[in-house]
């Protein structure tokens, strides 16, 4: 099981969905790791009460970048609230266990 995790992870930082910036975002989050260096942005743009688009750039570890592409291609199309659910979950999951009946992964 750990090979299959592995090699998605892998698989996300070799091939990064949502890879880019976005003109002219709605909004735009910047944020560093001071104690290891990773870095990443993140641009959205909304539509209808949705995440229309979301992009990331950023430098760091194979672990930072692959979950910022896991990332934007769980939350792209839901609802604020839906982001909202998909990061308690995803704090829940790294650092304790996530209600199962919370879907947050496409």
């Not at 299959?4 to 949502?18: G, K, S, T, V």
């Not at 003109?23 to 104690?35: F, G, I, M, Y």
Request: hydrophobic residues 35%; aromatic residues 8%.
């Amino acid at each position: 099981m750990d090979s299959l995790f592995r090699d998605h992870i892998l698989d996300h930082y070799r091939n990064p969905r949502c890879h880019g910036t976005l003109e002219q975002p709605d909004a735009r989050v910047e944020d560093s790791n001071p104690l290891c260096g990773d870095r990443l942005r993140m641009d959205f743009r909304f539509a209808g009460g949705r995440v229309a688009e979301v992009r990331f750039t950023g430098s760091g570890c194979s672990i930072s970048q692959a979950s910022a592409s896991l990332l934007c291609e769980a939350i792209e199309g839901k609802t604020l609230d839906e982001v909202r659910t998909c990061l308690t979950c995803w704090a829940s999951t790294t650092w304790g266990p996530c209600a199962a009946s919370v879907r947050c992964w496409p």
